[in-house]
């Protein structure tokens, strides 16, 4: 059984850090694995990926310079470092792993991903 477990969210003023830490339990994490944010009402979108044809990390233009995307393969565990928060960036944090390629969309799309964490949230205030 695939279980993704997300962990390191909190409350933090704006400039401040957190690291994310999403620990994976009957998968590997290879290829299409990465983080992902959620607010309220919104749709959601892609914030940190490994792309699948190098491995290196891709982000979202807001968060470029400010977080990095980390994997220990011997913890199969992934990590997202997040600097320099903004209030902007409060929502809700999931990992995600594997592919769904029935529903490719890019890889910092969500439908492109089989499975999830539940979430960790992160508020920033101002």
């Known amino acids: 059984q695939v279980q993704l477990v997300e962990s390191g969210g909190g409350s933090v003023q704006a400039g401040g850090s957190l690291r994310l830490s999403c620990a994976a339990s009957g998968y590997i994490f290879s290829n299409y694995r990465g983080w992902f944010r959620q607010e309220p009402g919104k749709e959601r979108e892609g914030v940190a990926v490994?792309?699948?044809?190098?491995?290196?990390?891709v982000y979202t233009d807001s968060v470029k310079g400010r977080f990095t995307l980390s994997q220990d393969n011997l913890k199969n565990t992934l990590y997202l470092q997040m600097n320099s928060l903004k209030p902007e960036d409060s929502a809700t944090y999931y990992c995600?792993?594997?592919?769904?390629?029935?529903?490719?969309?890019?890889?910092?799309?969500?439908?492109?991903?089989?499975?999830w964490g539940r979430g960790t949230q992160v508020t920033v205030s101002s």
């Open positions: 995600a792993g594997g592919l769904n390629a029935s529903a490719y969309g890019g890889i910092l799309a969500p439908t492109t991903y089989r499975n």
């Open positions: 490994f792309d699948p044809t190098d491995g290196s990390p």
